[in-house]
């Protein structure tokens, strides 16, 4: 018997010195799932520079849209409709007759929409102003010596040559006329009219 346990004891030590004398370790039978799963990287983030809102609609009042321009006693060249507001949907009031005489109290420069505008560069902006290349509101209207633009709710002036205009404003100048016959009032649209389009006076030449 003992001989017997001897020889058992002699081939267990064979056995693991032929196996490098550790222990065979275990292996799961499953092989596990090596499979690369793809995941794209994430898209880029563009970002874009967001612009002054454009307010639809900006009047100017008490334009008078040429040189030496003067409100007062006018001998129109050609008539119109008078409406109850600076709008060519507001309701009618009244017309007048070419080469009626009228007087004019005053009158607004609706720009509907206002223009846009880049500063140009060496403009001489300050620091709290707008710089080259800003965006701006161009609220000037054709006639006037000098761009009035708005940015940020700052208004200001700018000579001619500052603004590179992206979108030329659309402008529509309103006089507020009273006819002396009948002293009905209301406004007339003389849009794109000269001075000697509506007989206006021209103070200039005081006449």
């Known amino acids: ?15 693991l010195t032929g196996c490098g004398g550790r222990p065979a370790e275990r ?9 690369a799963v793809s995941i794209p990287p994430p898209e880029p983030v563009t970002v874009v520079a967001q612009r ?10 008490g334009a008078c849209p040429f ?10 060249f050609e008539g119109g409709a008078l409406r109850s507001e600076p709008n060519q ?8 007759d070419a080469g009626a005489r009228v007087h004019t109290d005053s009158g607004v420069m609706v720009l509907h ?10 403009t001489g902006s300050t620091a709290a102003g707008p710089r080259a290349g800003d965006t701006v509101e161009v609220i000037s209207y054709t006639g006037q010596k000098v761009t009035r633009v708005r940015w940020q709710g700052q208004e200001l002036e700018k000579p001619p040559t500052g603004v590179h ?5 659309v402008q529509r100048w309103w006089v507020y006329i009273t006819d002396p016959s009948t002293l009905r ?15 206006a006076p021209n103070a200039c030449g005081g006449h």
């Open 52 to 61: 002054p809102a454009i307010e639809e609609e900006y009047i100017v009042h």
């Open 67 to 76: 040189e030496c321009c003067k409100y007062g006693d006018w001998t129109l």
């Open 27 to 35: 292996t799961s039978d499953s092989t596990a799932d090596t499979t």
């Open 185 to 199: 009032g209301g406004w007339l649209l003389v849009q794109g009219v000269p001075a000697e389009g509506v007989g």
């Open 165 to 169: 205009m992206l979108r030329d404003p």
């Open 1 to 15: 018997m003992r001989a017997s346990m001897c020889l058992l004891t002699v081939i267990l030590a064979v056995g």
């Open 113 to 122: 929409p206002p223009g846009v505008g880049v500063i140009a560069g060496d």
């Open 89 to 96: 949907d507001a309701d009618s009031v009244g017309s007048v």
